[in-house]
C-alpha cells in the first residue's frame, strides 16, 4: 500500500553522503546518526548528528535509544561502528523504521506505507529494522546479532 508520501531531494542527498565515505575527510564531520519524519506529503531530515557531536566517551548506541521516542514513528539512518571475529573493525549503515505501539496509529500506518518509498533510495544499505518497542532490540546483545553472528562488539563495548 503506497502513501503517495515523497522522499524529499535533501533526504537522497544526506543518504548518498553517509554511503560515501572518503579516505580523506575529516572523521568528526562524518554523518553517524540522521532521524527521517514525514511531514506535509515528504519525507524530511528530522535531525542530524556527526561524529563531532559526541564526546570522547559518548555511547553513540545508546544515544541512538534514546532518540526512540515512544509517542513518535521515525525513521533513523545509523552508522553503526562494530568489530567481528573475523574481519575486525566493520562500519556499515543500519535503517531503521520506529513506530512504537505507544505511537498513533495514524501514524504508524503513514510511516508503515511510506517506508518503501524510502527503501528505494537506500540501496546498498545492508541492515534493515523494524522496531516497535526497545524490548525489539534495545539491548546491545540484540542489536548486535542483527549486525551478523560474531560480533564481539558494538560501539568500542564488548558483547
Partial sequence: MASGVKVSEEV????????VVKNDADTNERLRLVTFE?????????KTFRQKDFAA??????????????KLCRYLLYDCHYETKET??????????WASEAAPIKAKMQYASSKDSLKKVMTGIKHELQMNDLSD????????SKMGSNVTTLEGCRI
Avoid at 514525514?38 to 528530522?46: L, R, S, W
Avoid at 566517551?57 to 515512544?70: A, H, I
Fill in 38 to 46: 514525514i511531514a506535509e506529503g515528504f519525507i524530511t531530515i528530522d
Fill in 88 to 97: 575486525g573493525k566493520k562500519e556499515e549503515l543500519v535503517f531503521v523504521m
Fill in 137 to 144: 532490540y534495545g539491548s546491545r546483545e540484540l542489536f548486535a
Fill in 57 to 70: 566517551d559518548q555511547d553513540v548506541f545508546m544515544f541512538f535509544l534514546s532518540l526512540l521516542d515512544v
Fill in 12 to 19: 537522497k542527498d544526506i543518504i548518498n553522503q553517509m554511503k
